[in-house]
């Protein structure tokens, strides 16, 4: 196990940031995705039982309607997803693209105690789940994401603006829990 271990430690792929720049354009796509399905009839069919049932969402048809509303879900997440984009040279629009990309998955999330059908009666319900329910599981995963790269962002954004004001430049080391920073003047 020792040997596996540090043969995993030399591949290239595991050092630097690129797992959070693969996670930031993972969120890029998807955000481009779902907020494209948006535009089209199909779509605000079946977001309708979403909007029936969700906690957090269930005024925007009343507001909206339903086409306005898939519209504005649409243009939400081409909004975050931009964000999160540009998030890559610029933290501080990151982190409000992680904002909106947490609050988009916690409206979501939200919505999996409240819909009906969305456990197997067959299978003795709760946790086999089916349908919409098993469709909105992965938000979970999103939202975890999301609040992942927020935390990301936030640190290095408030590193960077620390880094301005002391005519430096600053360090971030993560490992796991234990996040260091290190600070060290540059002279000019």
Not at 81 to 110: D, P
Request: charged share 15%.
């Amino acid at each position: 196990m020792d040997w596996l271990l540090r043969q995993l430690a030399r591949i290239r792929l595991l050092k630097g940031d690129f797992d959070y720049n693969l996670v930031r354009a993972s969120m890029v796509i998807i955000f481009f995705f779902f907020g494209y399905q948006k535009w089209f009839d199909y779509e605000a069919k079946e977001l309708i039982p979403f909007f029936t049932h969700g906690p957090l969402i269930f005024w925007m048809p009343a507001v909206f309607g339903i086409k306005g509303s898939t519209y504005f879900l649409g243009v939400s997440e081409w909004l975050f997803g931009a964000l999160l984009l540009v998030g890559f040279w610029n933290k501080k629009l990151g982190v409000l693209g992680a904002l909106g990309s947490v609050a988009t998955f916690l409206c979501t999330v939200t919505i999996i105690p409240f819909m009906p059908d969305g456990w197997a009666k067959a299978a003795g319900g709760f946790p086999a789940m089916v349908g919409n329910v098993a469709f909105l599981m992965k938000d979970v995963v999103l939202l975890a994401v999301s609040v992942y790269l927020l935390k990301q962002d936030l640190v290095r954004a408030t590193v960077a603006d620390q880094t301005a004001q002391h005519g430096g430049f600053f360090a971030v080391v993560s490992f796991g829990e234990h996040a260091a920073v290190r600070a060290e003047r540059t002279m000019k």
